[in-house]
């Protein structure tokens, strides 16, 4: 299976002959209200810290995360976004044989291949279904943690869907991965809506837990790459020592610093994201043929009706003459040809999507 992700607006910015910014990218999740302002003057007036080495143990930027989660500094690690400890976790704690609950994002499973010594590592899956919604079956989860994995991978809210596994039944989870000895990494890259559903205050007393969480998406800062681990004291002390050196470069640390300490910023992102998802899932319900999923994330999973005759991979292609990027999630394992992904933007560019299918829906012939 190909790996594709989103926000490759380059490429088709180039085939188009334009610019990058002329094209409106719903492939990527990213913040709709952009970099906060705060962290945007900081960073201009910052300029000249590129002159030195990045702190290695980025210090202020533990400690603003510790303060922001209420958490000890010695349970977090920062790093270049969470990718960095996804291809960390497998080689560090010699996993292999992972157990992935799917649709997931690719990256697991590629670091778990990349990174096996001594032999190859076996990656199971444990699929969440259509017909259930693509809400996780809890129980079943629980039995097939008996058979032997060393880690078990799961994105809270998941990546594509925005389905959220509620803080009960993870804590069930999480005490399954505790008896059988399974690693339990937690992604919750997407979490940031939803914190009260965050296991954090859990990872401190945890021996098999592991969260990883990102700044790129809520905080808008993908180009800068943070994000960081949160786990007990030992986890962490193991992966600072497996941790290569200047990761997380100067502007990264200091933009996130001053992200975290802009609760205006994050206050509105929260009701903005809020209000104008609901909009745009009662727009998209307006389009015959176009089904939304319920989201507790920043983007949708949208599923299109047989009936319309067309694949998400077909709409995607009829929607870039028009400037807009959707995300085909054909490439998520098991998901299927007609679901779509949209991240949640502003208005303007959430109604130019809403018009753009309408304009493609007439253009379908009839059957």
């Not at 919604?133 to 079943?140: A, I, K, N, P, W």
């Not at 205006?264 to 909009?279: A, C, L, P, S, W």
């Not at 990027?325 to 040809?337: A, E, K, M, T, V």
Request: glycine share 6%; with cysteine; proline share 5%.
């Amino acid at each position: 299976m190909n790996k594709i992700h989103g926000g490759n607006i380059y490429e088709i910015a180039k085939g188009l002959g334009l610019n990058p910014e002329e094209i409106i990218d719903f492939s990527a999740s990213i913040n709709p209200l952009g970099l906060s302002k705060k962290a945007e003057k900081k960073l201009r007036d910052s300029l000249s810290a590129v002159l030195h080495y990045p702190d290695p143990q980025c210090s202020a930027l533990a400690q603003a995360l510790a303060q922001f989660h209420g958490l000890p500094e010695d349970q977090i690690l920062p790093g270049a976004g969470s990718t960095q400890f996804i291809y960390a976790i497998p080689r560090v704690l010699k996993i292999s044989r992972a157990l992935v609950v799917t649709p997931a994002f690719s990256e697991y499973e590629t670091a778990l291949e990349r990174s096996s010594v001594g032999g190859k590592c076996s990656i199971h899956y444990f699929e969440t279904r259509e017909e259930d919604g693509f809400e996780l079956s809890v129980e079943s989860l629980l039995f097939a943690l008996t058979q032997g994995y060393d880690a078990l991978y799961l994105c809270n809210p998941n990546n594509p869907t925005g389905i959220l596994t509620e803080k009960e039944d993870l804590r069930k989870i999480l005490a399954q991965t505790e008896r059988e000895k399974v690693w339990f990494i937690l992604d919750e890259a997407f979490i940031d809506l939803v914190e009260e559903e965050s296991l954090r205050r859990e990872a401190g007393t945890s021996s098999r837990l592991i969260l990883l969480r990102s700044l790129t998406k809520f905080f808008a800062l993908p180009g800068l790459r943070v994000g960081y681990m949160i786990s007990n004291q030992k986890v962490i002390h193991k992966f600072s020592r497996n941790k290569e050196p200047w990761t997380v470069n100067t502007l990264a640390q200091i933009a996130a610093v001053e992200s975290l300490r802009d609760e205006r910023y994050i206050t509105r992102t929260k009701n903005f994201v809020h209000q104008e998802r609901d909009r745009l899932i009662h727009g998209l319900r307006s389009i015959p043929g176009f089904v939304p999923y319920p989201s507790a994330a920043n983007y949708l999973l949208v599923q299109l009706h047989p009936s319309l005759n067309l694949s998400a991979a077909e709409l995607r292609e009829k929607l870039i003459p028009h400037g807009i990027l959707i995300r085909d999630c054909n490439s998520f394992h098991h998901i299927g040809p007609y679901f779509f992904r949209i991240a949640v933007r502003s208005r303007r560019e959430n109604n130019a999507l809403l018009k753009a299918l309408r304009l493609v829906c007439q253009e379908i012939p009839a059957l």
